[in-house]
């Protein structure tokens, strides 16, 4: 019998074992491709181009400058603007010729979407990019979309989403859910000059279309979409618009945003809230537009949130509560009233908030309510149904 001696046969494993792991480090290395001439690699003078090209690239880096093109992206990639000499601006703008319609959301409105992830292979990542869609030409009642995340999973980071006006149908960044429960995470973005809706959150058939009461959606049986929504400025200009919507069928995490209306845009809301149970809306600011946060359905949590110079209420609650928590809100010179609880029953779910230089605290409250809080130069602390 040939015998292998111990030393031997522990150095052709570790050999083996090598030669397996740098196969595997072979295997994944990144491939980039370089959209300009600002570096060393494969360049493409267009984004889409490098987009198209096989085999697919894991990341593409885009050089400074401006990119008048509409975009598709339905493989998984790390797209990101990189900084050449003292310039780091990549502007994404509309083509000559304007936006085409090229999706369908709300499960059937057609929109010309500027970025659109559709359907991706794996995650989608947006970095130092700017999406621009001035002189989009949109036709006539069809959305303009900025970002549009259909299916697909990513992060969308440090991205600045502007001008997406289409007489009244524009969204900044909107991420669309369904059977296959993405998940998206935006953060560090700017999203302003919409006509609109900013960030907008949904299931398949579309943001849950608002009706008769302020902020009121639609109960809409879908797909479910995973969001986190992290430190990113939101400002709106325009009448009725909603900076920001996590709309039913979602699953989000909403911290540290600022959301920014302005007084002369009655009926604009800082954020309208659908969203399920286990959501969490925390730690944000509101600060000049009507309503602060419009509570929908019951489910998702409130709480630590800051809202100040509003034109109408803080909180708006438009549903009977059994699980969600409305607590450690401050909400300071609006011009009407603190939180309205619409005559709903909310027992001890709503506590805990704070309220200074105000007409009420709370408004329409159910009776027995404790209105548990901190008042500082309020008129009434606690004004109950008629």
Known sequence: MLRIPFKLMLTLLISAFVFALGGQELHATTLT?????????????TIQAAL??????????????????????I????????????????????PATGLTTNATINGSDPAAVHVFVKNATGAVNLTNLIVDSTKN?????????????????GTVNH???RHQEAGGLGFGIYMEGGTSNPSVTVENCSVHDFDFGGIYVTGPLGPTDVVEDPGATSEIATGQITAKVLNNFVSSTTAEAHNMLFGSSTLVTVTGNLSIGAPNAAGNFGMTVDANTGSVISGNTIIGTQTGISLQDDGPFLKSNKMYQLTGDGIFVNVNLKTSQITGNTIQDTSFDGIDLNCKTVGTLVSSNTFEYLVSGYIAAPSGFPGSGTYVAVQNDVSVCP
């Open 137 to 153: 030409q949109v036709a006539t009642d069809v959305f303009l979309v900025g970002v549009l995340y259909q299916h697909s999973s």
């Open 159 to 161: 991205v600045i989403a």
């Open 75 to 94: 493989n998984a990639v790390t797209l990101e603007g990189v900084t050449s000499g003292i310039s780091s601006a990549i502007q994404i703008t509309s």
């Open 33 to 45: 491709y370089i959209v300009g001439t600002c570096k060393a690699g494969t360049q493409f003078s």
């Open 52 to 73: 198209n090209k096989s085999p697919a690239a894991n990341v593409i880096e885009v050089c400074p400058g401006t990119y008048p093109e509409q975009l598709t992206i």
